[in-house]
C-alpha cells in the first residue's frame, strides 16, 4: 500500500514552537505533528488533548511529519501508512526549543 495524498506534503513554516492549541490553554504536551498542508503544530495522540489528529478531522489535511525533533518520519491519516520524510524534514523555528 502507499500514501496517494502527496499533493499535500508542502514546504511548510511552522505554526507555533509547540502545540498552538496547548500553548493557548497552558497544557503540556507528550510529542509534536507538523500538518505537512498548511504548518499547524499540534499534539500527537499519546498527549492528553490529540490535537494533531482533531486538526486532521477538522480540515482533512492527510499528512503530518514528527516534529520534536524530526525523526524523519510522517503518517497519512487517511491511508494510516507511515511515509520516509527523512529527506524532506521540516526545519524548527529560529530560537524554538527543539
Not at 490535537?51 to 510522517?74: C, L, N, Q, V
Amino acid at each position: 500500500m502507499s500514501c496517494q495524498h502527496g499533493a499535500f506534503l508542502k514546504a511548510v513554516t511552522p505554526s507555533a514552537d509547540g502545540c498552538e492549541e496547548c500553548l493557548k490553554i497552558g497544557a503540556g504536551w507528550v510529542h509534536l505533528r507538523l500538518c505537512r498542508a498548511c504548518g499547524h503544530v499540534g499534539c500527537c495522540d499519546d498527549s492528553p488533548n490529540t490535537h494533531a489528529t482533531k486538526h486532521f478531522r477538522a480540515t482533512g489535511h492527510p499528512i503530518m511529519e514528527t516534529y520534536d525533533p524530526p525523526d524523519g518520519w510522517g503518517w497519512c491519516y487517511v491511508d494510516e501508512i507511515m511515509l520516509d520524510l527523512s529527506d524532506d524534514q521540516t526545519p524548527h523555528l529560529p530560537g524554538g526549543r527543539y
